[in-house]
């Protein structure tokens, strides 16, 4: 063998390494943690590659998320309605005054991008985080034992909730009728 034979070898196994690195890398790269500001992150990205408003995180949603998945988790339970309990009335527990709002919930996945791919192969869940109505996002996220059947195991229940405030002139409103309502 020559010697520029030799160094052309060495240059091709090179590039061969290298490229293993990059597609190993960028594979790992895109597996996070489920995290709320990951869930938020991966539903911004979607929104925001299909030209849409990124939806911002409030406090309100954020907290009914997580007594959602608290909820569901403590009675063992992977439903939008149980125990007479809906999405909305997580909502309102917060204060949170909506127009319209939607809730997607994930039950047993590893990463932050597995959830959000798997709502957005489902048409109903693509539905709610593509939905350009909805301004607001809150999610959470709870670890703990989730029984199925005779198996328990160690899970993660997600739950994102997304809404879109009334306008402050309907609050105001809402609130005049509530009064008169007690009064009369």
């Avoid at 195991?153 to 809404?163: C, L, N, P, R, Y």
Wanted: aromatic fraction near 10%.
């Amino acid at each position: 063998m020559t010697r520029t034979t030799t160094n052309k070898i060495k240059i091709v196994e090179s590039l061969v390494v290298f490229g293993f690195i990059i597609i190993l890398s960028s594979t790992f790269a895109f597996a996070s943690e489920i995290t709320p500001e990951n869930i938020v992150n991966a539903v911004n990205k979607e929104r925001e590659t299909r030209f849409l408003s990124p939806l911002k995180i409030n406090s309100s949603l954020h907290n009914a998320a997580k007594n959602k998945s608290i909820d569901m988790i403590t009675r063992n339970y992977f439903e939008h309605y149980a125990y007479g309990q809906t999405p909305w009335l997580f909502i309102q527990a917060e204060g949170y005054d909506y127009l319209v709002a939607g809730e997607n919930l994930a039950l047993g996945f590893n990463t932050a991008e597995g959830i959000v791919n798997a709502w957005m192969n489902s048409p109903t869940h693509r539905a709610n985080i593509l939905n350009p109505e909805y301004e607001d996002i809150g999610v959470g996220v709870v670890r703990g034992a989730f029984t199925e059947g005779n198996r328990t195991t160690d899970t993660t229940i997600t739950t994102e909730i997304v809404a879109k405030p009334k306008p402050k002139i309907n609050q105001i409103f809402d609130k005049i009728v509530g009064a008169f309502s007690r009064i009369f």
